[in-house]
Structures are given as structure tokens and as C-alpha cells.
């Protein structure tokens, strides 16, 4: 029991870390990063393994939703953020593209790495590969077709 509380009480006290490490890894863009990601607060080295719950998951996508939609860079709306089962999924939109002009193939070579990359580096992502949480990122077109999903899970980076 007093291992499981303190399970509970590192991820609480993890929150602004986990926010960072969120809104550091979906600001990757085609073109890189829109803005410095600022993380004061990360300075815990303690994070579990089994994951982060749902709840702590949820509670930062709302955190981030309240400022979306935004651009993240010229072509890129972020439009959604929501975690649940230790997988967080954002949501964007080429406000400029149809999907039927996007090579996925391409597109997923190239972001796919960038996003991996971001993850694997950046220390604000590490509580999110601490804690094993799979990254999604789902791509729609301007009229909201969809164009891909790109999966990233932390053992990738090992």
C-alpha cells in the first residue's frame, strides 16, 4: 500500500513536469519547434514505471485544450489533446492541404523521425518515457479528412 501511495504522490507532484514534457512534444512541426518550451519545474528523477494515470493524464490535456485551438506554425492547427490508458493523442489540422496531396508515405518518414527524435532527446519528455506513455498524433486535412496517425512508444527510443 505505502509503495502505491507513493506511486500516487510522485505523479501529482510531477504535474507541471508532465504538462512541459506534453506541450514540448506536440509542438514539433514540419519546420520545428514554434516556441522554447520552458521547464523550471522538472526536477524530479523519481517517475514510476507502470505509468501515468488516467486521471493525471487528463487533467493536463485540459490544461492544454483551454488554449486550442492554435497554429503551430504556418500549415498546423492543434486542435485536440486528450490521454487515457497512458497514451496521449493530439489532434491536427493542414489548415492548407487536402489529403489526396499529402504522400503519407513521405509524410510519416519525415515526421515519424522528428517526432521520435524530439521524444527520445528532449529532457522535458523524459517523464513521459519514464512512465512508458505511447504519443499519438493524428493528421487531418483542411476539410478535416483524415491523412495519417503517427504512433510513438517509448520503447522506441531504446
Request: glycine share 4%; proline share 2%.
Amino acid at each position: 500500500m505505502k509503495k502505491e501511495e507513493e506511486k500516487g504522490n510522485s505523479s501529482n507532484s510531477n504535474l507541471p513536469v508532465i504538462i512541459t514534457a506534453i506541450i514540448g512534444l506536440l509542438i514539433v512541426t514540419l519546420g520545428g519547434e514554434v516556441f522554447e518550451v520552458l521547464s523550471s519545474n522538472n526536477t524530479s528523477s523519481e517517475t514510476a514505471t507502470t505509468g501515468l494515470s488516467d486521471k493525471v493524464l487528463a487533467k493536463q490535456a485540459d490544461k492544454i485544450n483551454r488554449n486550442l485551438p492554435m497554429m503551430v506554425d504556418s500549415v498546423t492547427k492543434m486542435l485536440d489533446i486528450h490521454g487515457i490508458n497512458n497514451t496521449v493523442t493530439t489532434d491536427y489540422k493542414l489548415v492548407n492541404v487536402l489529403a489526396k496531396q499529402v504522400d503519407t508515405t513521405q509524410f510519416n518518414r519525415v515526421m515519424k523521425k522528428k517526432l521520435l527524435n524530439n521524444h527520445c532527446t528532449r529532457p522535458e519528455t523524459k517523464i513521459l518515457r519514464d512512465n512508458n506513455v505511447t504519443m499519438r498524433y493524428n493528421y487531418r486535412d483542411k476539410e478535416g479528412k483524415f491523412i495519417t496517425l503517427i504512433t510513438i512508444k517509448a520503447n522506441e527510443c531504446e
